[in-house]
């Protein structure tokens, strides 16, 4: 390893290694920087979103679904297997080696583009210039012409509950329990909350969440979130809204939580407590006092619409920036930084960003809600139609849910698309791909879609827009 470099990435998530293969890809000598290692203390580069969020998360939340099946499902499909056992420790393996396999890949990706990686933590000195600190060996000096931040961010810390492991835990030590708690408490009922709570319901836990806000899920858009709070609650998802948690004590093993509702202060006892309260960016330390690289109140970098910080020729991308902390947000930022330091000229208008929460039913939804329109004037239409009139969804025994198209009342274009239902996750790119390109409500509706599909759903909510919904009267919607 040795410099200078064209590029220096601090950060191999998915923001930070989409952007060193992409400037490597565009002939520029790329070094990127990053700490996550495994068991075996070899590198694991990805951060958080596949040594410890996105991809074990999901790993777990499939064979969650799959157990539930097997227990409860599979007997109305005339499929009998008999006596179903968990062994959550062969699930746990499995979750490993999805992880392994897909950081490996990266790190494999790396070599073949001619990345170069450096496992240990880099501090921005300045332009150009970053202390390494390597987990072997002692610090030193490295220099390229553009520095990309791409550090990512942490779960967000609760006074009122410190962690505590094994008992108080954040989100990554509730995606490794070595066995299935009888009560689990989890502080937050958003994205991560409500993840890691559906996981551990199924596999046999009871299941709190305390929620300090009134409103369920309030970034999602009212009727989603509604039918959302419907659906958890016959899962056997116990969400307290208004529950603001004061403190928590271990006490014989077991972690007592105080809260207040309304005007009572009420407590319950645990054998777990997840702490998911949401995350915060990962910049402590990431540059040193003389750097004076320009934070907020809230320790994210202050970048411009391009990306580019206060300082020359050093970039920040990811959590670690303005904007939802979304794994496909901070990839889309990596390229775009890449392609500017290359000297192209990449697309300036903002990206539609999808979102997703990976429950059964999936939720789903891009742009503007209908509150959100309403707040701004704008007329709108609005098309819906439910996952109860699809034949795929009857099919595969999954009906509940809804997809809702919003288009502006004069011009057509979508403005908003809300869902919740079966594979949402896979449902949304349809219409985010028509809202990037500036399409229609009408252009939808226009596009022939595969019969039987749950896509047609979202057809369906298309040809509402204008009245013209086939398979289910209006007022039945």
């Given at each position: ?99 392994a396999t897909l950081t490996q890949g990266v790190a494999a990706l790396f070599q073949a583009h001619g990345v170069e990686l450096a496992t240990g933590r880099g501090q921005l000195l300045g332009p150009g210039q970053v202390l390494f600190h390597p987990r072997k060996g002692r610090p030193r000096q490295l220099e390229a012409r553009h520095l990309v931040l791409a550090t990512g ?212 939804w891009a742009g503007r809600t209908e509150e959100q329109l309403q707040k701004d004037g704008v007329d709108y239409r609005a098309g819906r139609f439910p996952f109860a009139a699809n034949g795929r969804a009857r099919a595969i025994g999954l009906t509940e849910g809804v997809v809702k198209l919003l288009a502006d009342a004069r011009t057509d274009r979508i403005l908003g698309v ?60």
């Open positions: 390893m040795s410099g200078p470099y064209d590029v220096l990435v601090i950060g191999a998530g998915p923001a930070g290694y989409v952007a060193a293969i992409r400037c490597a890809q565009l002939g520029l000598r790329t070094l990127c920087i990053d700490d996550w290692v495994d068991e075996q203390g070899m590198a694991s580069p990805g951060g958080t979103c596949l040594n410890a969020g996105c991809i074990p998360s999901k790993a777990l939340l499939e064979s969650s679904e799959l157990y539930v099946m097997a227990r409860a499902r599979c007997a109305e499909h005339g499929i009998d297997v008999g006596q179903v056992r968990l062994d959550l420790d062969a699930m746990m393996q499995r979750k490993a080696r999805v992880v961010s942490v779960p967000a810390e609760l006074p009122v509950a410190p962690l505590q492991p094994p008992w108080v835990v954040d989100s990554a030590g509730a995606l490794a329990f070595d066995q299935v708690p009888r009560r689990l408490g989890i502080i937050g009922a958003g994205v991560i909350g409500l993840e890691l709570g559906s996981v551990w319901r199924r596999l046999g836990a009871e299941v709190v969440l305390l929620e300090a806000q009134d409103r369920f899920l309030p970034m999602v858009d009212v009727q989603v979130a509604r039918a959302a709070l419907k659906a958890f609650g016959r899962q056997g998802l116990d969400i307290r809204l208004g529950a603001r948690v004061l403190g928590c004590a271990v006490r014989r093993k077991r972690v007592e939580v105080r809260y207040q509702q309304g005007e009572e202060t009420l407590s319950e006892r645990f054998d777990r407590l997840v702490v998911a309260v949401g995350r915060r960016p990962n910049s402590h330390g990431l540059a040193a006092d003389e750097a004076r690289l320009l934070l907020d109140e809230w320790g994210f970098v202050h970048v411009d619409e391009h990306c580019r910080t206060n300082l020359p020729n050093v970039w920040a991308i990811g959590d670690l920036v303005r904007g939802p902390m979304l794994a496909h947000k901070g990839a889309e930022e990596g390229v775009r930084v890449a392609e500017r330091i290359a000297g192209r000229a990449p697309a300036t208008e903002a990206p539609v960003i999808p979102n997703v929460i990976y429950t059964l039913p999936e939720i789903a809300h869902m919740i239902g079966p594979q949402c996750s896979e449902l949304i790119a349809t219409v985010t791909t028509a809202m990037s390109y500036e399409g229609s409500a009408e252009d939808l509706a226009l596009t022939v879609f595969a019969h039987p599909t749950l896509s047609e759903a979202v057809h369906e909510a298309a040809l509402d827009v204008a009245g013209q919904a086939i398979h289910v009267a209006r007022g039945k919607r």
